[in-house]
């Protein structure tokens, strides 16, 4: 027996309590007398099993894995046409500094870029849904998801083919990953870079979409219904790129109540619970261990930069960190240790407010707007740990526009200049920036899919916009604002 449930409407428990099974979704279409119509309404379908072998009595066994739609050669031809035809978000083309006379080759350029790519898919049918999900993100399509997308370049009967695309067909999103690293380095590697690690939340209604809890959301400011994304990034003069990213599943969704909806989402059997911290740790040991990006930084945001064992791990790799703090995390001024009278920890924030600590104001860097302007203080404390003294580190302030503090901690060498520790604090925004631009122009928020593959799938993709961007304003020598 089988019913059908509206997930907007129903949340389906009293059918699973009453021994109804949930066996996936329906994508989304309506018969008509002659065919087809795809609406978007996409229900639940739910089963009862009355005989359990009934698939082998009537000799109809389990589907094997989706079978991707074939495209027409006209279409594959059409669609460099299309993608120029879509048009470009006019507010995109002038965030990237792309010039007037240069937008009539992008089509023609993000062809080839995505070719770079070629050897990542099995069928050719893949790269030219890849190709559309690329031109989409770059596109004036107000949601940047996989049905507007195929609707705007590939056409109606195209949806169902561009969805699977980021969910269920195989393809190999580790070789484009890597490749992305290997293009992104090639574009802006510098032995003095800086990666960077940063989280950002996505609001999302229901409780279908892999890893959607109730916990705190960045973006609001409070605890919400959201997906969270670790998220490692890369930073140099040259220019700025996410790297590589992994989606937070919070701890709940490892309980046993949540055992088939992680079968639905596609989360790995293999997965096991990691927190945020873990999580980062485990992205950059794999970019160290790559190889691809260099870089002596690594700079992070005070929810990861206020533990002590993820400083301590960084340090333990030979890297530089520059790690934002909250205000109440204590250390040891050295001030009165030089004097011969050890002082007591003192929250940075009370450093900031004391007579003693000497401020100077500072051109950090020259933006779009003008010189980025700044007054900062630098100077040598000591950790404090459970309340005994540890090494001794920079303690970096800045005050913001508005009067408002940043502060950091660095185990940057004691005879490091002071210039070189600004400029470290120019490298740990722009992975902030990108989740900001991704957002605005490029739809790092508007998927729609909810498994496992179609979130880390999406978030690839966004990647690659940036890099062709990045690789279109360098080719054209448009200057980057850092």
């Known amino acids: 027996m089988e019913i ?19 066996i996936g979704s329906t994508k989304g279409y309506e018969r008509l007398k002659k065919g087809y119509r795809y609406h978007g309404k996409v229900k639940e379908v739910y089963v009862y099993v009355v005989e359990e072998e009934f698939r082998r009595i009537i000799g109809c066994e389990r589907r094997s894995y989706p079978q991707e739609g074939s495209l027409t050669t006209q279409e594959e031809e059409r669609l460099p046409m299309m993608i120029q035809e879509v048009g ?4 995109l083309i002038d965030w990237a500094g792309i010039e007037e006379e240069v937008v009539g080759r992008i089509a023609e350029e993000l062809v080839e870029f995505h070719r770079l790519f070629g050897d990542c898919f099995r ?14 993100l770059l596109s004036e399509v107000p949601r940047k998801n996989g049905e507007a997308i195929a609707l705007a370049f590939l056409g109606p009967k195209a949806v169902r083919c561009q969805q699977n695309f980021l969910s269920r067909y195989l393809w190999d999103e580790e070789r484009m990953l890597e490749r992305h690293q290997g293009l992104l ?6 032995e003095d870079g800086m990666h960077t690690v940063d989280s950002t939340e996505i609001p999302k209604k229901g409780k279908e979409s892999v890893g959607v809890a109730r916990q705190y959301c960045g973006n609001l400011g409070k605890r919400e219904n959201c997906q969270s994304g670790v998220f490692v990034g890369y930073t140099s003069r040259k220019g700025y ?14 309980e046993e109540q949540y055992a088939e909806r992680r079968k639905k989402c596609g989360i790995p059997s293999e997965l096991q619970f990691q927190t945020k911290i873990e999580i980062a740790l485990e992205l950059l040991e794999k970019q160290m261990q790559r190889g691809l990006l260099a870089g002596r930084w690594i700079g992070s945001d005070s929810f990861f930069g206020s533990d002590a064992a993820f400083r301590d791990t960084i340090a333990r790799w030979g890297k530089l960190y520059l790690a934002e703090i909250r205000s109440n995390i204590q250390v040891l001024p050295l001030l009165g240790e030089q004097q011969g009278s050890p002082e007591k920890a003192l929250a940075v924030s009370e450093i900031a407010r004391s007579e003693r600590t000497a401020w100077q104001r500072a051109v950090l860097a020259e933006g779009s707007k003008g010189p980025l302007v700044a007054e900062v203080s630098i100077q040598r404390v000591r950790e404090s740990r459970e309340g005994q003294p540890g090494q001794e580190l920079w303690l970096i302030i800045r005050r913001l526009e508005g009067g408002k503090l940043k502060y950091y901690l660095s185990n940057a060498p004691q005879d490091m200049e002071a210039e070189e520790l600004k400029r470290a604090l120019l490298m740990r925004w722009p992975i902030e920036q990108c989740f900001e631009d991704g957002k605005r122009y490029l739809g790092m928020d508007h998927y729609e899919n909810r498994s496992w593959n179609g979130w880390h799938r999406h978030m690839l993709y966004v990647f690659l916009a940036m890099l062709f961007l990045l690789r279109l304003r360098l080719k054209f020598k448009k200057k980057l604002q850092l």
Not at 123 to 136: F, V
Not at 241 to 254: Q, S
Request: aromatic share 16%; proline share 7%; charged share 25%.
């Open 241 to 254: 790129g996410l790297v590589d990213g992994r989606l937070y599943v919070p701890k709940i969704w490892f």
């Open 4 to 22: 059908f449930i509206d997930p907007e409407r129903f949340s389906g428990s009293s059918y699973r309590a009453a021994g109804w099974q949930p």
């Open 88 to 91: 470009y978000n006019p507010d």
């Open 123 to 136: 069928r050719k049918e893949q790269r030219l849904l890849g190709q559309s999900y690329l031109g989409g």
């Open 185 to 190: 380095a090639e574009a802006v590697g510098e």
